[in-house]
């Protein structure tokens, strides 16, 4: 996987990013809790240095359940494990509807000096090394 930085908005269909995009494997058990939505684990679809990619509706849930909005700041809890969290806040700067009907999201961070922020870019390190030297059984 290469280091390049990739920005939304290229023409051709590629995308650029400000920064790194992971895919997050499924082999990890990382999970997003919005606390004003409740206790519902919602699927990580990527993560980098300046946000998170993830699913915002769980399955059985309408659009109208919980209303969000492109600008909107949101409270997160990322959990790297079923009890261990960071508190993080970020923008919403992508909702998109997909086919099942089920929303995504993208939201940027927006306080880089947050405590939660420091593990966070720690936990993105260990991450790109292991993308980058780990093997997968298959």
Do not use: C, W
Not at 24 to 53: E, M
Not at 60 to 69: A, I, T
Not at 99 to 124: H, I, Q
């Amino acid at each position: 996987m290469p280091n390049t930085p990739k920005v939304s908005g290229d023409q051709g269909g590629a995308e650029r990013r400000r920064s790194r995009r992971r895919t997050v494997l499924s082999t990890f058990s990382l999970f997003v809790v919005i606390p004003k939505k409740g206790f519902h684990r919602l699927s990580i679809r990527d993560v980098s240095d300046q946000g998170i990619g993830f699913e915002l509706d769980v399955e059985g849930e309408s659009p109208q359940d919980f209303p969000v909005s492109t600008g909107e700041e949101l409270s997160l809890n990322f959990y790297l494990n079923q009890s261990l969290y960071l508190q993080l806040k970020g923008k919403v700067v992508r909702l998109e509807s997909l086919p099942s009907g089920l929303r995504t999201l993208g939201v940027e961070f927006v306080d880089p000096a947050a405590p939660g922020m420091k593990a966070y870019r720690s936990f993105l390190q260990m991450l790109d090394e292991i993308i980058d030297s780990a093997k997968i059984e298959s």
